[in-house]
């Protein structure tokens, strides 16, 4: 019931490609899917985040696509650059982000030359 | 630096040793909560505060786990007993109580040996 499905587990992209990483949750009283990026050794930082009464949100290069109906999201890197490769993790949570986060198993992303 | 902060960095300890992590949140960041990150996994949620009650403990958290706040500022999360499985990396964020995003501390990572 609180799982958070993440895909795909590693992503080689392009430099200038799009990465696109993909989410799917089984709790319907989740209402707030936040993105964080994590480099070795460091916390992770929040990237963007979305309520489930849009279906897109955009911040800069970076792109949350929410399915209600389907239970999913996905996070779209756009331009891709090497300063991006790091391990993404999306996350779920009830309470509009006020109570604990459900992380999925993340995605380790490599941007190539 | 007005970020989540955690102290000790790192911490090696000896299997049966008790351990006690630090983290001081964004200031007037009522809620501070602790999570726990193994290798190539997501963070597990262990516990939460909002101000210095503790509102809900992961059944993971076992009972050689404690969590105070009791200033309502600060926490510490102490390990008694440790074993070799509690070797992890442990996770502080803060938020504050009317909005969503939690910001993650950079980590205390344990070794158990």
């Known amino acids: 019931q609180q799982q958070v499905k993440q895909s795909p587990q590693s992503l080689i992209v392009q430099k200038g490609g799009i990465s696109i990483i993909n989410c799917a949750y089984e709790?319907?009283?989740?209402?707030?899917f936040p993105w964080y990026q994590q480099f070795p050794g460091k916390g992770p930082a929040l990237l963007i985040a979305?309520?489930?009464?849009?279906s897109e949100k955009k911040e800069g290069r970076f792109t949350i696509s929410f399915n209600k109906s389907a239970k999913q999201f996905s996070l779209h890197i756009m331009d891709s650059q090497p300063g991006d490769s790091a391990t993404y993790f999306c996350?779920?949570?009830?309470?509009?982000?006020?109570?604990?986060?459900?992380f999925g198993t993340g995605t380790r992303l490599t941007i190539i030359p | 630096d007005t970020g989540v902060s955690q102290n000790p960095r790192h911490k090696i300890t000896k299997r049966g040793q008790n351990v006690t992590f630090r983290c001081d949140p964004i200031?007037?960041?009522?809620?501070l909560y602790w999570y726990r990150q193994t290798l190539g996994q997501g963070p597990e949620f262990l516990t939460y505060?909002?101000?210095?009650?503790?509102?809900?403990k992961s059944r993971l958290l076992s009972d050689r786990f404690s969590a105070e706040r009791p200033k309502g500022s600060f926490s510490t999360l102490e390990i008694q007993r440790t074993e070799q499985g509690d070797s992890a990396m442990y996770l502080c964020?803060?938020?504050?109580?009317?909005?969503?995003?939690?910001?993650f501390g950079p980590g205390t990572r344990l070794t158990v040996t």
């Open positions: 505060f909002q101000n210095e009650a503790q509102l809900e």
């Open positions: 964020a803060s938020s504050l109580d009317t909005a969503s995003e939690q910001y």
């Open positions: 200031s007037e960041h009522n809620r």
């Open positions: 709790n319907t009283a989740f209402d707030y």
């Open positions: 996350a779920s949570s009830r309470g509009a982000g006020n109570e604990k986060l459900t």
């Open positions: 979305i309520r489930p009464d849009v």
